[in-house]
C-alpha cells in the first residue's frame, strides 16, 4: 500500500497562495488517483480536488472551482494542490489520499484506502 506524506501547509493572509504536496512512497503511485480533502474544526471532511491516475482528469468542489488546481506528477511520486485566492473558509487541516478508483468516485472519501497525516492552513482575514 502507498505512504502518503502531506507538506506545505502553514499561515497565509487572505487573497494569498499556498502549494501542498503530497509524497507517496510506492512503485505504483502511477496507478493512483489521487484526491484532496479537508476537514475544519466542528465540520465534516470534505472533497477539495482529485486527478485521476494520467492527471488526465480533474475533480474540484464547488467551494475551490477556479481558485485550487491538482495535479500529479507520477515521476516524481508527488501530488500537488495549487490553491490561489485562498479565504478564511478556506482554513481547515489538508489530506490527500490516494486509490484505485476513477469517475465520480474520486468524490467520494471512502473511495480511498490511503491516507496522509494532514497539513494544516490557516487563512487570515
Known amino acids: 500500500q502507498v505512504q502518503l506524506v502531506e507538506s506545505g501547509g502553514g499561515l497565509v493572509q487572505a487573497g494569498g497562495s499556498l502549494r501542498l504536496s503530497c509524497a507517496a512512497s510506492?512503485?505504483?503511485?502511477?496507478?493512483?488517483?489521487m484526491g484532496w480533502f479537508r476537514q475544519a474544526p466542528g465540520k465534516e471532511r470534505e472533497f477539495v480536488a482529485a486527478v485521476s491516475w494520467s492527471g488526465g482528469s480533474t475533480f474540484y468542489g464547488d467551494p475551490v472551482k477556479g481558485r485550487f488546481t491538482i495535479s500529479k506528477d507520477n515521476a516524481k511520486n508527488t501530488a500537488y494542490l495549487q490553491m490561489n485566492s485562498l479565504k478564511p473558509e478556506d482554513t481547515a487541516v489538508y489530506y490527500c489520499a490516494a486509490t484505485y478508483y476513477s469517475g465520480r468516485y474520486l468524490l467520494r472519501d471512502h473511495s480511498y484506502d490511503a491516507w496522509g497525516q494532514g497539513t494544516q492552513v490557516t487563512v487570515s482575514s
Open positions: 510506492g512503485r505504483t503511485f502511477s496507478y493512483y488517483a
